[in-house]
């Protein structure tokens, strides 16, 4: 089992910056992937961006040039910096951990982005 713990969530103004972090622990292998996923009212949930043990990157096209995922496979973190927020990106974000096809979730940080 593995448990995942966000922080860093909050109001922000638009053009604004935020850092999210997750720290997971408990059962973790070599080789998996961490990254964020949003979910806003009333839509489904979506991926934001991943990294892989070995720095291999995917953002989605929404926040390319803007968020940056960084992880330190020491302490088994990962991190997302969100640069130039608007207010559509405003979102519960959920930090996510795959390994040997079993997907783990945190229970989430609220972002706003709002003046």
């Known amino acids: 089992q593995v448990q995942l713990v966000e922080s860093g969530g909050g109001l922000v103004q638009p053009g604004g910056s935020l850092r999210l972090s997750c720290a997971a622990s408990?059962?973790?292998?070599?080789?998996?992937?961490m990254g964020w996923y949003r979910q806003a009212p009333g839509k489904q949930r979506e991926l934001v961006a991943t990294?892989?043990?070995?720095?291999?990157?995917n953002y989605a096209d929404s926040v390319k040039g803007r968020f940056t995922i960084s992880r330190d496979n020491a302490k088994n973190t990962v991190a997302l910096q969100m640069n130039s927020l608007k207010p559509e990106d405003t979102a519960v974000y959920f930090c996510n951990l795959g390994q040997s096809g079993i997907d783990f979730w945190g229970k989430g940080t609220l972002v706003t982005v709002s003046s």
């Open positions: 408990g059962s973790i292998f070599k080789g998996n992937v």
């Open positions: 990294r892989t043990s070995g720095g291999s990157t």
